[in-house]
Structures are given as C-alpha cells and as structure tokens.
C-alpha cells in the first residue's frame, strides 16, 4: 500500500511545490532583511547616538536572545498546532514588533523592541524549513531546503540595499528602514491563507480527509491520476470532510538512543555556525568604520560583500545533490574557517572586500547545506522540535558573539576577532563530518 507521504516523495517538482517554496521563501527574505538591517543601524546610532561598544553589542545580541527562545517554542509549536499557524504567527509577531522600534526614543526601548523581534524571528525560520522539507520531492528535498535558505541572501542584500540608499542618507533613515520591517505582518495573511499544512503533520493529528485533499491536489499539478484503494485502510478518512480521530502520539525526545549523536552533532554546527556569521556580519559594517572608513564607504562595501552570498547558495543547491548533505556541509564549513582566517589579516580594501566575499560565499553555502540536513535527521513527531531545539542552541552563540566582539578587539584586534571566528567553523566542520547521510532517503515517520 503507497502512504500519503510517499506518493509525495514521488512527484516531480511542480508549480505546486514552487508556489510553497515562493511563499515561504519571500517570509525567510523578510526575515534575513530583519535581521541584517540592524547590523547598519547599530553603524549608524553609534554615530548619532554616539553609543559606546557595550550598547551596540547588547543592540546587536538581545535580538538572538528572543531567538533562541522563539526557536525552541517554535519547534515545540509547530509540533502541536501546525507548521502553517507558527509561520503566519512568527511573522505577524516580528513584523509589529520591527515596526514599532522605528519608534524608539532611547536604547531601553529599542533593545525590548529587538527582543520581541527575535521571538518571532527565531520561531520562523526550523518552522518553514521543516514545511517546505515534508512536501520536497524526494530526490530534489535538499536542493529545494537549500533553494529556501537561498531566500536569506536575498533578504541580507535588500538589507544592505537599504542600509545603503536610506540608513546612510539622513539622521532618520533608520527608523524609516526598520518601518519596512512592517511589511512581514501584511505577509502573514498570505502564509496563513496560501500555504498548505503539512500533510504529515495533519496525519499525527488524525486530520486524514484534509492530508488526502491536499495529496491529491499536489498530484493534480503533476497530472497524477488518482487510484482509489492506495490509502486503504482507517486511517484514510471521508472524503466527505470528516475527520479521523487519532490517539495522541506518544511524546518522543530528539535526546532518544538512536537520535543523541545526531542531535550533538547538530547542536555543535549550529552553534558553530551562528558564534562566527553573526559575530562577523552583524558588527561587519560598524568595523569597517572603526578602521577609518566613513558610513557610506563602509555599507558600500558590505553591499559588494553581501552579493557573494547569492553564488555560495546555488553552487551548495548543486552539490548538495551531487556530494551529498555531510560532505558539502563539511567542505563549505571549512572554506568559512580559511575565509574568516583571512578576512582578519586583510588590512586594504581589495583584500578586505575579497576575503569578505569568499566568507559570504562559504558561509552562506553551509547555511544552506545545515538547513537541508536539519530536518531529515527526525521522524515526523519531532521533526519540529529537532530543526527547533539545535536553532535555540545555535542561537547562545549568536547571543554570545556580538557582546565578544568588543573584548576580542580590544585583546587583539580583528586578526583575534576572526581567528576566534575561524576556530569555531573548524569544529562545526569536524561536527558536520559526523552526521548521518540521508540524501535520497524517505523522511522517518516514527
């Protein structure tokens, strides 16, 4: 008998799966251009609010504290009432919250506003990956995750678009960039009335006659016929709209026997990962201007550093089929490390801009190959709270690594910034080395 879920691992990709991967795609830009901008508000209210390093660190970090909690309720969320419901809601969550802090009179103000964004931010982002994973055909799911991750460089250049064009331009212009950041609550409306719910999770709550509407409605985009008698059985559901009751699933924990090494090894990349991009992006354009260059200059360069994320991205979508997840993880893991090595003894600007766009280009391909990895290491039941949990974890660091920057530059400047940088992409990459290969295989149900 042919399950719901296998009849979707063996569609071909289609307008279908391109809408789902277009609507969740646009949510993770409106999120990576959150994020990115303050790095270019931070340069700037250090100017006119002449802040000190400590301030602009804690701007920087409270954010990720909000993610690294959002995270993990996200996970735990999307488990229990859906993947569809926590994306509209992380975005309606963070969109208001950016909105609002365009508003803030002082520091105080702006860094509660910045945690409240980082709750719905940390929450979006294993949640749609998680969605758009359980619907990818099985012999594309990694380069489809990894074309969604693809979605951040976009959301990061229009970041530094916009830090370029309006932060730069007047003593107000980041408060109308962080006004932008209204546009994800309007897209809400479209996560949450244009996307589907993943049919596995309507499964696991016993919800089977909409699991097999919207099967069905996938194998239509791909003229698929449908033959009665696949699903037989009780757990099929009417089609007449009724709905299966289910016996709750037994709680499970990503810390189980067979699931500990991996979740280690996991935990260890995303932690890794998020110490040396968020240390090193969100203060880039603040430590370019401490090394004389003026506002312009300086986002003028981290615009023609960003654009190297776009190719990192494609070539990691390309090999992530060809070498497999682990390999391409490890690879762009470890061109990261000699990047940031680099990066922190380049001392012109043709050095510093082309070691800036080799670690853009590395950085972002990883992020690209963790997120595709992420959710085929779980079963259904806790795929949420796996993808989520090892993001809560990753974001300690990304907490931690903005309020180091000060110390490490004050100890050794940026050779120890991004050595320290360079020394943490080598362990994730040995981490990553560990992790199981599951590129071709069916996403686990139990």
Do not use: C
């Not at 990576?32 to 901008?37: I, Q």
């Not at 969320?77 to 994306?87: C, N």
């Not at 810390?255 to 995303?270: D, F, G, K, Q, Y």
């Not at 012109?348 to 950085?363: D, E, H, K, R």
């Amino acid at each position: 008998m042919t399950t719901r879920t296998q009849r979707l691992d063996d569609l071909p990709f289609t307008g279908r799966h391109r809408r789902l991967l277009t609507g969740s795609g646009v949510g993770w830009a409106l999120d990576a251009m959150d994020v990115g901008l303050i790095s270019f508000v931070m340069a700037a209210l250090a100017v006119q609010w002449d802040l000190s390093s400590t301030q602009l660190s804690w701007i920087g970090s409270i954010g990720f504290v909000g993610m690294a909690i959002g995270a993990s309720l996200g996970g735990l969320l999307a488990d229990r009432i859906g993947r569809r419901q926590v994306f509209a809601a992380t975005l309606l969550v963070y969109g208001l919250a950016t909105g609002a802090a365009a508003l803030s009179t002082s520091v105080a103000v702006l860094i509660v506003l910045r945690f409240v964004v980082g709750l719905g931010l940390g929450a979006e982002l294993p949640v749609a990956s998680t969605l758009v994973s359980e619907f990818a055909p099985r012999k594309v799911r990694g380069r489809v995750v990894v074309a969604l991750e693809a979605f951040w460089a976009v959301g990061w250049l229009l970041a530094a678009l916009i830090g370029y064009f309006v932060v730069s331009t007047s003593d107000d212009g980041w408060r109308w960039a962080l006004a932008v950041g209204l546009v994800p609550a309007a897209y809400a409306l479209v996560v949450r009335f244009g996307l589907p719910e993943s049919v596995r999770y309507l499964e696991s709550r016993g919800r089977y006659a909409e699991a097999e509407a919207i099967v069905r409605d996938y194998e239509r985009s791909a003229n698929v016929a449908y033959v009665p008698g696949r699903d037989d059985g009780p757990e099929t559901g009417e089609d007449d709209g009724t709905v299966a009751e289910a016996e709750p699933a037994p709680r499970r924990s990503v810390w189980a026997p067979h699931l500990r090494r991996r979740t280690a090894a996991l935990w260890i990349v995303w932690f890794g990962i998020n110490f040396s991009y968020y240390g090193a992006f969100i203060w880039l354009p603040s430590l370019l201007v401490a090394q004389g260059f003026d506002l312009v200059t300086s986002f003028g360069y981290t615009l023609v550093i960003t654009l190297a994320q776009l190719p990192g991205y494609g070539v990691a979508a390309w090999l992530i089929e060809v070498w497999g997840r682990r390999l391409t993880l490890g690879v762009f893991l470890a061109g990261s490390a000699v990047s940031a090595g680099l990066f922190g003894l380049a001392d012109t600007p043709g050095t510093i801009v082309a070691a800036g766009m080799a670690l853009s280009f590395f950085n972002l391909g990883a992020w690209g190959a963790l997120y595709a990895i992420g959710p085929e290491l779980y079963p259904t039941p806790v795929r949420g709270a796996g993808t989520g949990s090892a993001a809560a974890f990753g974001r300690l660091a990304s907490i931690i690594a903005p309020l180091l920057v000060p110390v490490l530059l004050d100890g050794g400047g940026n050779g120890l910034v991004f050595g320290a940088f360079s020394a943490a992409f080598v362990v994730a990459a040995l981490a990553a080395f560990t992790l199981p290969e599951r590129a071709g295989t069916v996403l686990d149900e139990k």
